[in-house]
């Protein structure tokens, strides 16, 4: 059974980079059978998409927020990462991590419960 | 960016109804399109992906269709739990972008 499970500061100061790790459990990072993404959603607020990555690395980002973005995988540990710079209250919101199955079509297949983080 | 554009934004029924939810691309996104429900302080679940095919273990009251620009989603009939925000993603090309949400309540 795949579980992926975020975990976060829960509040960060403006200015500080935020570190967030999604662990995930009944399933391996280390195929060519999926991508890893995070989405986010500030509160009462719709979602966007952060960035994805493949096990052999590869990354794909948000373009407005490349410059802050660093997506990474410890397959190790069968967990990825999100680092996000200069944090203010804009970037309020519940973090998601989530699988995109690689077929013809992507989609998020199957989501963690969130992490949410203040910035104040 | 593709922009990705939902009506309505709200809609009210009432259990056993029928509702239809449109996403429109602002260009051709073929079939690459999905469809996700949340409920209250849960996060999304999948219920379509490529515009029309149900996700394993979602209800067939759920039905997905379109292609190129124009997409809906049908739930033939409301249940309880389908009282929640429903969301389109493209991902035809990067950034992958969502609509900004349509929320289904009780009438």
């Known amino acids: 059974q795949l579980h992926l499970q975020e975990s976060g500061p829960g509040l960060v100061k403006p200015s500080d980079t935020l570190s967030l790790t999604c662990v995930v459990s009944?399933?391996?990072?280390?195929?060519?059978?999926?991508?890893w993404g995070w989405i986010r959603q500030p509160p009462g607020k719709g979602l966007e998409w952060l960035a994805n990555?493949?096990?052999?690395?590869?990354?794909y980002y948000n373009p407005s927020l490349r410059s802050r973005l660093t997506i990474s995988m410890d397959t190790s540990k069968n967990q990825f990462s999100l680092k996000l710079t200069s944090m203010t209250a804009a970037d309020t919101a519940t973090y998601y991590c989530?699988?995109?199955?690689?077929?013809?079509?992507?989609?998020?297949?199957?989501w963690g419960q969130g992490t949410l983080v203040t910035v104040s | 960016d593709i922009q990705v554009t939902q009506s309505p934004s709200s809609v009210s029924a009432s259990v056993g109804d029928r509702v239809t939810i449109t996403c429109r691309a602002s260009?051709?996104?073929?079939?690459?399109l999905a469809w996700y429900r949340q409920k209250p302080g849960k996060a999304p679940e999948l219920l379509i992906y490529?515009?029309?095919s149900l996700q394993s273990g979602v209800s067939s009251r759920f039905a997905g269709s379109g292609s190129g620009t124009d997409f809906t989603l049908a739930i033939s009939s409301l249940q309880p739990e389908d009282f929640a925000i429903y969301y389109c993603?493209?991902?035809?090309?990067?950034?992958?972008?969502f609509g900004q949400g349509t929320k289904v309540d009780i009438k």
């Open positions: 989530a699988r995109v199955p690689v077929t013809s079509s992507w989609y998020f297949d199957s």
């Open positions: 009944g399933e391996s990072l280390n195929k060519n059978s999926f991508l």
């Open positions: 990555i493949y096990y052999s690395g590869s990354s």
């Open positions: 260009q051709n996104i073929n079939s690459g």
């Open positions: 490529s515009a029309s």
């Open positions: 993603q493209q991902t035809i090309s990067f950034p992958w972008t």
